[in-house]
C-alpha cells in the first residue's frame, strides 16, 4: 500500500499569513494526489484534485504543486474560515490512502 | 447538493448496526460511493465501496466479512449493514460520492456530515 505522510501535523498561523503544507507519498504517484479541508463536525471538501487543480468554488488563495512523490498545498493570505485541518490523499491506486491531517490553528 | 444520513448511535461489542445514507440535489444512483470512517483522533479511512448499480462492492480488509456496502438506486438510498461490531469500529462514517474528475482523476467529491457509531460494554 502506499504511505502518505503529510508535515507538520500541527501548524499555527495568523490571519494573513502564507502557509505550506507537505505531503508525501511512499512511491511515484505522478500528480493522483486530492486536498481536502475538515472543519470540526464537518465531512471533509475537496479543494483541489489531480495535485493542482482547484475544485469549482474553492477561492484562488489556495494553490497545489507537486508531482512523483511530493506535494504542497499552499494558502496565502490565511483567512480566518481557513482554520480547519487538511488532509492529502492519493489516488494513484485504489486504496486512496490519506495522509494523517495537518491542523492549521490560530 | 447534499448527503443526508441517518441511522448510527450505539452499541456492544458483537452487535449490529446499519446506516443509511441519501443523496439530496442530485441522483446517487449515477455515482460509485464509498464509505469513510475516522476513529477519534485519527484521520480517514475507507472501509467499502459499490458501483453505481451495485454489481461490484470492495472491502478493506479489515471489515471483510462483516460489513456489507448495498444501495436502493430507486429510493435513492445507499446502506452500510455492520455486524459483529468491536472497539476498533467506534468511528464517524461519512458516506461520500465518488467522481473521476477531468475524466481521469478519482476524487471524493461530496461527504456526508458523518454519522457518529460507538461500540462500548
Keep these: ?106 | 447538493v447534499q448527503v443526508v444520513k441517518s441511522g448510527g448511535g450505539e452499541t456492544q461489542p458483537g452487535g449490529s448496526l446499519r446506516l443509511s445514507c441519501e443523496g439530496s440535489g442530485f441522483s446517487l444512483s449515477r455515482y460509485w460511493m464509498y464509505w469513510v470512517r475516522q476513529a477519534p483522533g485519527q484521520g480517514l479511512v475507507w472501509v467499502a465501496r459499490i458501483n453505481s448499480d451495485g454489481s461490484s462492492t470492495g472491502y478493506a480488509d479489515n471489515v471483510k466479512g462483516r460489513f456489507t456496502i448495498s444501495r436502493d438506486n430507486a429510493n435513492n438510498a445507499l446502506y452500510l449493514q455492520m455486524n459483529s461490531l468491536s472497539a476498533e469500529d467506534t468511528a464517524f462514517y461519512y458516506c461520500v460520492r465518488y467522481r473521476l474528475l477531468g475524466e481521469l482523476f478519482p476524487a471524493l467529491d461530496r461527504w456526508g456530515q458523518g454519522i457518529r457509531v460507538t461500540v462500548s460494554s
Design chain 1, 1 to 106: 500500500d502506499i504511505q502518505m505522510t503529510q508535515s507538520p501535523s500541527s501548524l499555527s498561523a495568523s490571519v494573513g499569513d502564507r502557509v505550506t503544507i507537505v505531503c508525501r507519498a511512499s512511491q511515484n504517484i505522478n500528480n493522483f494526489l486530492n486536498w481536502y479541508q475538515q472543519k470540526p463536525g464537518k465531512g471533509p471538501e475537496l479543494l483541489i484534485f489531480a495535485a493542482t487543480t482547484l475544485q469549482t468554488g474553492v477561492p484562488s488563495r489556495f494553490s497545489g504543486s507537486g508531482s512523483g512523490t511530493d506535494f504542497t498545498l499552499t494558502i496565502s493570505p490565511l483567512q480566518p474560515d481557513d482554520f480547519a485541518t487538511y488532509y492529502c490523499q492519493q489516488s494513484f491506486t485504489s486504496s486512496y490512502s490519506f495522509g494523517q491531517g495537518t491542523t492549521l490553528q490560530i
